[in-house]
């Protein structure tokens, strides 16, 4: 088995906010996360594929292949938008770091042919990261 990670980066902002919390319970649990004209991230994600190396052409997956959906799954969706206006994901859930690993696994854990995906990890500052393995 041969593990494969492709790093991609990308901008977004958020806010976080739970309807069913009162206004002094957003505030409390959230924070200066809770401001409703949001803040941004630089994020950094990898996403980590798994398999056997095809005997005829060497690859785990094609490169070329994996660039191309994350690009259209994620980063094209995703950069530079407002994560809780503009990505459906988050209409009704909250875009955490650990929300947002969980909906790009989803976007991606059925696009791949050839590979399976093993890991998304999503850095949303240097210090703080996300690992998410979906079920194996």
């Known amino acids: 088995m041969v593990y494969l990670t492709r790093k991609a980066e990308f901008a977004a902002s958020h806010y976080?906010?739970?309807?069913?919390?009162?206004?002094?319970?957003?505030q409390r649990i959230f924070g200066k996360c809770n401001n409703p004209n949001g803040h941004g991230h630089n994020y950094?994600?990898?996403?980590?594929?798994k398999g056997e190396v095809d005997p005829r052409s060497g690859f785990v997956v094609d490169l070329k292949q994996l660039?191309?959906?994350l690009q259209r799954e994620v980063l094209d969706a995703m950069d530079h938008r407002f994560l809780n206006k503009e990505v459906?994901?988050?209409?009704h859930r909250i875009p955490t770091t650990e929300n947002l690993a969980i909906a790009i696994w989803e976007r991606l854990a059925t696009k791949l042919s050839t590979a399976?995906?093993?890991?998304?990890?999503?850095?949303?500052?240097p210090d703080l990261f996300v690992d998410f393995y979906g079920e194996e």
Do not use: G, Q, S, W
Not at 44 to 49: A, M
Not at 88 to 91: A, R
């Open 44 to 49: 950094v994600l990898e996403v980590t594929v």
């Open 116 to 125: 399976r995906l093993h890991r998304v990890r999503v850095y949303e500052t």
């Open 67 to 69: 660039k191309a959906i």
């Open 88 to 91: 459906p994901e988050f209409l």
């Open 16 to 26: 976080y906010h739970n309807p069913a919390f009162t206004a002094e319970e957003n």
